[in-house]
């Protein structure tokens, strides 16, 4: 079958402008051709990110007519808490504003400076709150990983042999504890195998460390252990779900996620000591623990987007959409990113212009062409994100790689939808060796990203040998 087929009728609408190909060209001048500065409303197909931009069902806007929003011990906390424990398992459930808030009190009272943290890979929030307490992230990215195009299943593993040789070197109580990130947002949204969740397990318990999931994409990653091992394929969900769960201690989620929701977030913890310590900082910075910066209609909605999450139908549907838009845009001759993830659909957009050198973003511009030809939003996951001058030489430093994201909220866009990106990536193909590159003409010392200013440049050739990779 070829047709995605939502399973979801729309019952509320939220219209967008269509606006003329001149009208984004203009809009891209004025945020300088950084797609963070535009305003949303100039956008129609926006595929930022996934992160809080889902739809909810109708019963989940009921539950937010019927969220109790009193200060302690609402009932909306109870169902939640209900909730979360059949999911994971887990004793202590703390409602969190969102992701970054679970991260921040946890390592607070886990991580102490000059520690090291290990992870198959941190996600840029988990890393800077590690890095923030003076502490390192270390990443482990299983080997296979590396090559972008190999349809290797499981590359969101994480590398046991090299954290085992590791472990092995690091003084003792120098790792406070260990965290797998499911799924692997920072190599493409990429599963973790069931093997590998035991296997980290089994190594961080050896070494005596709580072992902790970043589980923002569990239900996907779930479904990947579903779909793809035989020892899993007659398992329901939330049997595979709660299996991954109680091979580690505790988790951060991020519900702006598999939680769909727009706000929210949660940290679980079975340890009595670390609950405490985590308590009295949630009442100190998030709220009372009953709703940890929330209101009681959040926790309502985020109960029951939780109860929707693992239904097989839903996930099918959104692996379809991804693989719709990643094989169309395979056909094309547009370098994606394999094996297609769920979250997003990642391009290579310095195998796609190899005209552009690194140091003149080549996502950064395929990015601005794709949103000046169909208004399509996506972001650049490269140099513009992760490269930087280096401090003693004044020269560029490249990122590994120049990668466009078109990230796939939940529930809210339709095959049609798909089908105008794909257009808009058979024109862009089309002509990309007329694309030119960007030069940075303003930028902030960290997280440059987000407010850089650019401009194109015309010339399209290297600028020469001097670049460092980073
Ligand atoms: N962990 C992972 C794996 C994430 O992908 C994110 C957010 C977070 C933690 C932080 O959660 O945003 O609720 O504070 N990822 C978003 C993205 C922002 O676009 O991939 P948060």
């Known amino acids: 079958m070829k047709t995605v087929l939502e399973p979801f009728r729309i019952k509320a609408v939220e219209p967008f402008r269509i606006t003329t190909v001149d009208e984004r060209q ?94 198959n890979a941190h996600f840029d929030t988990t890393r800077a709150n590690i890095e923030y307490l003076g502490a390192a992230a270390v990443d482990f990215v299983a080997p296979q990983a590396k090559d972008l195009r190999t349809l290797a299943p499981w590359k969101g593993d994480l590398d046991v042999v090299a954290l085992e040789r590791w472990l092995a070197a690091q003084p003792k109580g120098s790792v406070p504890l260990g965290v797998l990130t499911i799924t692997n947002n920072r190599v493409g949204g990429q599963p973790v195998s069931m093997q590998n969740l035991r296997a980290v397990a089994d190594l961080y318990h050896r070494y005596g460390l709580p072992f902790f999931l970043d589980a923002a994409r569990f239900a996907e990653n779930a479904w990947w252990i579903h779909r793809l091992d035989p020892e899993w394929q007659q398992v329901p969900l939330p049997k595979v779900a709660r299996a991954m769960f109680d091979l580690a201690d505790g988790c ?87 094996p297609f993830g769920l979250h997003a659909v990642y391009v290579d957009a310095r195998a796609m212009l190899p005209h552009i050198p690194p ?89 440059r990203a987000f407010t850089a200013h650019m401009r194109p440049v015309a010339e399209t050739a290297p600028v020469g040998d001097l670049v460092q990779r980073g």
């Open 26 to 119: 203009h809009h891209l001048t004025a945020a300088h051709h950084n797609l963070f500065l535009l305003r949303a409303e100039d956008v129609m197909i926006d595929l930022l990110t996934d992160s809080g931009t889902g739809a909810m069902s109708a019963q989940q806007w009921a539950a937010i007519m019927t969220g109790d929003e009193s200060y302690a011990g609402c009932k909306s906390f109870f169902e939640l808490e209900a909730v979360v424990r059949e999911l994971t398992g887990y004793r202590h459930v703390f409602p969190v504003h969102q992701g970054r808030a679970a991260e921040r009190i946890l390592f607070n009272v886990m991580v102490t400076p000059g520690q090291s943290v290990p992870n």
């Open 359 to 447: 140091t003149r973003l080549p996502g950064q511009a395929l990015a601005c062409e794709l949103y000046v030809q169909g208004g399509v939003r996506s972001v650049e996951i490269g140099t513009l994100m992760f490269g930087h001058d280096d401090p003693k030489t004044g020269l560029p430093v490249v990122a590994d790689n120049d990668l466009v994201r078109l990230c796939l909220p939940r529930r809210v866009y339709t095959q049609s939808h798909i089908d105008w990106v794909i257009e808009t990536f058979a024109e862009v193909h089309g002509r990309r060796h007329d694309l030119r590159g960007l030069e940075i003409t303003q930028q902030a010392p960290f997280l």
């Open 252 to 338: 951060m989620i991020s519900a702006k996620k598999d939680g769909l929701v727009n706000i929210g977030g949660l940290l679980c913890v079975n340890d009595d000591a670390v609950a405490q310590k985590v308590r009295n900082l949630l009442i100190l910075t998030e709220g009372f623990p009953t709703y940890g910066g929330l209101a009681g209609r959040d926790l309502a909605a985020l109960a029951q987007g939780l109860r929707e999450v693992l239904d097989p139908d839903y996930l099918h549907y959104r692996e379809a959409s991804a693989q719709y838009l990643a094989s169309h845009l395979d056909q094309l001759g547009v370098p994606v990113v394999r």
